[in-house]
């Protein structure tokens, strides 16, 4: 969390799961190219492509601040085991570098949000009360009734 910078232009959005988040995410997607849909992926749920230059991520699963590391599949051929899926890991640098605005979602509670400055005064950070946002990120927060959600 300390060592993640936030650009001015970065929007989050935020919920709880199953409570609507890609959906959001498609709207804020298509907000930014025009409405055209042509330019999103919806198959990878909206996941950043760099080829496209588009696309959401999620911070506390896609980015890593370990460098990748190559490793060997367990089973093999004959084994009767598939060897498991690899998902796209960015490293922090990597993240950095991606270019402005940055779509990403959480589902973190509050006192875990990565997108919060320290506090500046140390009486401050002795109280209860949440870490101010960083400044310029630009938080969608989307809620749903709990009970449509529990079934969902």
């Known amino acids: 969390r300390d060592r993640m910078t936030h650009q ?23 907000l930014r ?33 370990i460098p990748k590391q ?8 004959g084994k009767g ?9 960015l490293t922090l640098e990597q993240f950095e570098a991606m270019p402005g605005p940055r779509l990403m979602k959480t589902h973190a509670p509050r006192h875990l949000f990565l997108a919060t400055a320290p506090f500046k005064e140390p009486s401050l950070a002795r109280c209860p009360q949440p870490a101010p946002l960083a400044p310029g990120v630009k938080v969608v927060y989307v809620s749903r009734n709990a009970k449509d959600a529990c079934v969902s």
């Open 8 to 30: 001015v232009s970065d929007v989050w959005v935020t919920t709880f799961p199953k409570c609507g988040t890609t959906l959001m995410e498609q709207v804020i997607l298509l």
């Open 33 to 65: 190219n025009g409405g055209d849909p042509a330019k999103l992926d919806p198959r990878s749920k909206n996941t950043f492509d760099e080829a496209r230059g588009t696309g959401k991520v999620w911070p506390e699963s896609d980015v890593s601040s």
């Open 70 to 77: 190559e490793t060997p599949g367990k089973g093999g051929p």
């Open 81 to 89: 085991k598939k060897p498991p899926k690899k998902k796209a890991k």
